[in-house]
């Protein structure tokens, strides 16, 4: 229980600083014994708290950004329902299949991270801060990204938030903290959406002691990461997180 709940304020502060929150707690899950699946859905029921004070910390960021938003959370809301369906009604046996393919381009997304945001920081930096420049088609890009990284959260959350700041940072004249703000937000919704279909369709294979752990640590960490997390050392937390996602690797192959 206490190392569930403190994967929870773990994966709640990286999830409100850099994204990825996933793979602390859905390893932990799996190395505790959980079955796959059931840690996926135990996992996005408890991190909604977490990302709830993420989003509600970086609530200032989000400002001016509401005329871009109101197309990328239907993107978001959309992508998620259709992941949260092929998790659901996917043979079990394919999700084992597939989950360490994806957790393992997940971790390589956690390493290239900071390669990422640089890029997109420099393609903010080139373009300024203006939103009245983005074309039409750029902004379906940016929409048909947002629907994608939907599909991929609503199946297996992990490293969304990176994609989803590498789509903004190529396709959108933004800073950082302001994209960071807009993917706190629309990784919420992915989660929330997620959350809802398995309570519905699948609530006794949530494990909800495990999902309760998570979101009391997640609704912590989510505070803590908004609001201290940008003094910490991004490599420390990666490090942390391949650390973990490895174990959990090595536990998936190992069953």
Avoid: C
């Avoid at 373009?127 to 902004?139: I, N």
């Avoid at 590498?166 to 919420?188: F, I, T, W, Y």
């Avoid at 294979?205 to 609704?219: F, V, Y």
């Amino acid at each position: 229980m206490i190392l569930i709940a403190l994967a929870g304020v773990g994966a709640g502060a990286i999830n409100a600083i850099v994204g990825s929150g996933t793979l602390i707690t859905f390893p932990t899950l799996v190395a505790l014994g959980y079955p796959p699946v059931t840690a996926t859905m135990s996992n996005a029921v408890g991190l909604v708290a977490g990302g709830i004070s993420g989003t509600w910390g970086y609530r200032r960021e989000l400002r001016g950004q509401w005329d871009r938003l109101r197309w990328q959370i239907p993107a978001s809301f959309l992508g998620a329902g259709v992941g949260a369906w092929l998790l659901l009604h996917l043979p079990e046996k394919v999700f084992v299949a597939i989950v360490p393919v994806l957790l393992i381009g997940a971790l390589l997304l956690v390493v290239l991270g900071p390669r990422i945001q640089a890029w997109a920081r420099t393609r903010a930096d080139a373009a300024g801060r203006s939103l009245e420049h983005v074309s039409r088609g750029r902004m379906a890009a940016v929409v048909a990204g947002t629907f994608a990284v939907g599909i991929y959260g609503g199946y297996f959350t992990a490293a969304q938030g990176i994609l989803l700041i590498g789509v903004m940072g190529a396709l959108l004249p933004e800073d950082m903290q302001r994209m960071n703000a807009a993917k706190n937000l629309l990784s919420l919704i992915v989660n929330v959406v997620a959350a809802v279909a398995y309570t519905l369709v699948a609530f006794d294979r949530i494990s909800w002691p495990a999902a309760g752990l998570i979101a009391i640590g997640s609704l912590i960490g989510g505070f803590l990461g908004a609001h201290y997390g940008r003094k910490l050392s991004p490599n420390a937390l990666r490090a942390i997180i391949v650390v973990v996602g490895l174990i959990g690797l090595y536990r998936l192959l190992t069953v």
